[in-house]
């Protein structure tokens, strides 16, 4: 089945310690992104990419770092500077950018910082 | 400032009742509008879009939203929900500041249905 994989489901850490988040895409899209929401707050985007070793900040990229060195992984590092990492974290892809092109997204990975 | 407003957080209804979430957006330019669903602790889907062609859209399960330029809104209606359509809803917009490359998405509206 094609699709996003978004993993683990449930993430726990200490407060000063970076954490890596897994998307994985097997629908050979080139676009990828990040997503953070918040109750009531919708989502908000943190980076996206286009093509592979190229990617762009979003809204609220402050704190985290992402790298995209194969076109189906965009990774993305909660590091220790952001401030309020506990989150829902949304990775999503789509053939391209632009709003012809619908962004799928994955089931999200829980992020608890305490 | 681009922002997209989702004024009601929930709307709890009744089950067979017609129900509307409504979207305003700032912007004087051309726009693209989107809908996306969310289920419990899972990903967004695609609802329905308006790109251009005819104000009113569709989706396959019953929902439609009518493009509005003049009111800059993009309110989705239903005539008689299911209990199944309970879900978050939100509405998203690709602005021309962005190059039409992203997405900015609305706070989002709970949607309750109850038997």
């Known amino acids: 089945d094609g699709g996003i994989t978004q993993s683990p489901k449930y993430l726990f850490r200490k407060e000063g310690q970076n954490v890596t988040l897994s998307c994985e895409q097997n629908?050979?899209?080139?676009?990828m992104y990040w997503y953070r929401q918040d109750p009531g707050q919708g989502l908000r985007l943190i980076y996206y990419?286009?093509?592979?070793?190229?990617?762009q900040k979003g809204d609220i990229a402050e704190g985290y770092s992402v790298s995209r060195e194969k076109k189906e992984s965009f990774p993305l590092t909660v590091t220790s500077a952001q401030k309020n990492p506990t989150a829902f974290y949304l990775c999503?892809?789509?053939?391209?950018?632009?709003?012809?092109?619908?962004?799928?997204f994955g089931p999200g990975t829980r992020l608890t910082v305490t | 400032a681009q922002s997209v407003t989702q004024l009601d957080s929930q709307v709890p209804v009744f089950e067979e009742a017609p129900v509307e979430l409504r979207c305003n957006y700032s912007?004087?330019?051309?726009?693209?509008l989107f809908w996306y669903v969310q289920y419990p602790n899972q990903g967004l889907q695609l609802l329905l879009k308006?790109?251009?062609?005819?104000?009113l859209v569709e989706s396959i399960n019953g929902f439609e939203a009518e493009f509005n330029k003049s009111q800059t809104s993009f309110h989705l209606r239903k005539p008689s929900v299911h209990i199944s359509d309970t879900a978050e809803y939100f509405c998203?917009?690709?602005?021309?500041?962005?190059?039409?490359?992203?997405?900015?998405f609305g706070k989002g509206t709970m949607l309750l249905v109850s038997p």
């Open positions: 999503a892809s789509s053939m391209d950018l632009g709003p012809s092109y619908e962004q799928y």
């Open positions: 629908l050979n899209h080139d676009a």
């Open positions: 990419s286009q093509i592979v070793n190229d990617f």
């Open positions: 912007s004087s330019v051309s726009v693209y």
């Open positions: 308006y790109l251009s062609g005819s104000t």
């Open positions: 998203a917009v690709s602005f021309p500041d962005s190059g039409y490359s992203t997405l900015t």
